[in-house]
């Protein structure tokens, strides 16, 4: 087995989330234009969360932590994987078959325990009819997680980073197609769910099989190894579960303010480009690395991973954080307000956008800390951590909802996240000097703080200067390339400054060949 190059991992996935969101952007402008944050709008956003949601609950957030451990380990030692793996294919599919099916005939209360402000107006009935064209995408999109592992775990990232890039293509490529037809905007954007889902599976599938795994259909069957993987995923579905409630949460207290639906899913996609690019991207590389290097007995490179991993993300993550806090209405006002998408719309979601910047380093570090525990098969922990996050998330946004509204979910979103870090942190104690900070980390975690607010300054006087731009229509777009220039700009010359990093060390990742 060829070793998993860490660093160049992460740009590699961080590349192509970058892209992916970048068009993931493209597709919410032209769903901001087109449809505004109106009810059709709205209903579409829940009926679309529901099958990712449940996605994230099986795949990508339970099961996947489960599964590629195992999976990296039989790799590292020699065994059968793809046996293994062929077995927990057909096991997920079967499982997700008859979830899916009672998924869709039981789509009115799904959407009830979504969104139960939408009883009574259109927004219900249309979230039901766009909820069962397109539930069946969490069967493709769960067996696409499941092939995506195993594609990681041999440490070819590139073909599954490329699947949500497909998905956002096929969405843009529909409303064009969409709005030159007259075709219903809401029902176009339903009957395309499914459709991505088929054509990320078929393109996962190919890959998986170039790279030496091609799935064999079956009925599923009890193997000890499954088994195995049961008991050990058992925690992090409740975990997932867990993480579902709060987003349930959220949207039932969004659903009883008309427009925070749509407000809070447009500012939640803007954050959710750096956490893309930086969390998603470690947590894809980071798990299988450590996972093979606990299975060879290498505690001193597992340590380092983890501390390149954890100054990865705060090097990216913390002036992200900044910039997201400081330009919140520019890159709204730029962004999203056009056509059906109003100044009274862009300032709500600047302020959640805000909210959810504070949070962002939490996200981040809760993925760098994550794999401490599931590489080491113990997902019993962070699902007791999930839990009390879950109660701090449901209190705080519940308790503070008649005093500041919807806001109160996008701030509780941020506390529970920093709650399930402060435990995370605390948990990993125990786990010896593999999973403590080392000198070097230490060192520069401080200055990469220090080097994010000095940006955050400049960002602030820029965004003042360029104010009258950003208003102007015809001169938004180059004003916003210009601030985020200028700031991009000042916090590598701060940081080069202050010691934070080294270019020579980015530049040395990304030309570093593979063995």
Known sequence: MQPIRLVRGFLTVGGWTLMSRGAGFVRDVMMAAYLGAGPVAEAFLVAFSLPNMFRRFFAEGAFNFAFVPLYSKKLEAGEDANAFANDAFNGLGGVLVVVTLIGTLAMPWLVWAMASGFVGDERFDLAVLYGRIGFSYLLFISLVALLSGVLNAWGR?????????????????????????????????????????????????????????????????????????????????????????????????????????????????????????????????????????????????????????????????????????????????????????????????????????????????????????????????????????????????????????????????????????????????????????????????PRIVLAALLMGAVLWGSAILLGPMIGTPGWRYLALLILVTLGSLAYFAFGTLTGAFRLSEWRAALTRRRP
């Not at 058992?234 to 008309?258: I, K, W, Y």
């Not at 209190?395 to 701030?411: H, I, Q, R, S, T």
């Open 157 to 445: 990232f590139t073909e599954a980073s490329f699947v949500p890039v497909l998905m956002n293509l096929m969405f843009i490529a529909a409303m064009l197609l969409g709005d030159r037809l007259g075709w219903d905007m809401g029902l176009t954007l339903a009957w395309t769910v499914p459709l991505t889902g088929i054509a990320q599976l078929a393109f996962t599938w190919v890959s998986a099989a170039r790279a030496g795994f091609s799935p064999r259909l079956r009925l599923p069957r009890w193997t000890p190894e499954l088994k195995r993987l049961l008991i050990i995923a058992g925690p992090a579905v409740l975990s997932g579960g867990v993480v579902q409630v709060n987003l349930l949460v959220g949207r039932q207290v969004a659903s009883f303010t008309e427009g925070a639906v749509a407000w809070l899913s447009y500012a939640d996609r803007l954050y959710q480009l750096p956490l893309g690019v930086v969390g998603i991207a470690i947590g894809t590389v980071l798990l299988p690395d450590l996972s093979r290097r606990l299975r060879a007995g290498d505690a001193e490179g597992g340590r380092a991973s983890f501390n390149r991993g954890a100054e990865f993300a705060l090097a990216l993550t913390f002036p992200a954080a900044v910039a997201l806090v400081v330009i919140a209405l520019p890159l709204c006002e730029v962004l999203f307000q056009r056509g059906a998408f109003g100044p009274d719309d862009t300032a709500a979601t600047a302020l959640a956008l805000a909210a959810y910047g504070i949070g962002l380093p939490a996200f981040v570090l809760h993925k760098v800390l994550q794999p401490l525990f599931y590489a080491r098969e113990d997902t019993r922990s962070p699902f007791r951590y999930a839990v009390i996050s879950m109660v701090v998330n449901a209190a705080f946004a519940v308790g503070f909802l008649p005093v500041m509204g919807f806001m109160a979910a996008a701030l509780a979103t941020t506390v529970s996240g920093w709650v399930m870090v402060a435990q995370l942190w605390w948990g990993s104690r125990r786990m010896g000097a593999e999973a403590r900070f080392d000198d070097r980390f230490r060192a520069r975690a």
